[in-house]
């Protein structure tokens, strides 16, 4: 009976050895900001490289949506495009934006 004794106490302790180690392991990866707010929408997706947040990919914060300048889109703010202070979904559109003489859509 004490070898059973001990062969449970043997399986808790791995169990704690191995949650702490995945603990710190989780704690290198997310960084020091480990805040209560993780929301349960963690859509992954392939993000450009040139993003201002390239130090960690960390889903926590979903995109906000911005709308397309030309065709009224919404997009992740993560894919638009910024130019002249205009956003869009694509390059594309930017460019034709660009293009376009401006005061054409006025109303
Ligand atoms: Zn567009």
Request: hydrophobic letters at 35%; proline letters at 9%.
């Amino acid at each position: 009976m004490r070898q059973l004794l001990l062969l449970i106490f043997v399986f808790f302790a791995s169990q704690w050895f191995f949650k702490k180690l995945r603990r710190a392991q989780a704690g290198l990866h997310t960084g020091p900001q480990t805040g209560p707010q993780t929301g349960p929408q963690a859509g992954q997706r392939t993000a450009p490289s040139s993003g201002p947040r390239a130090s960690s990919n960390a889903p926590q914060l979903p995109d906000p949506l911005v709308r397309c300048a030309e065709c009224g889109v919404h997009t992740p703010r993560g894919e638009s495009v910024v130019a002249a202070g205009h956003r869009f979904c694509s390059i594309d559109h930017a460019q034709r934006h660009a293009a376009r003489p401006a005061g054409e859509d006025a109303r």
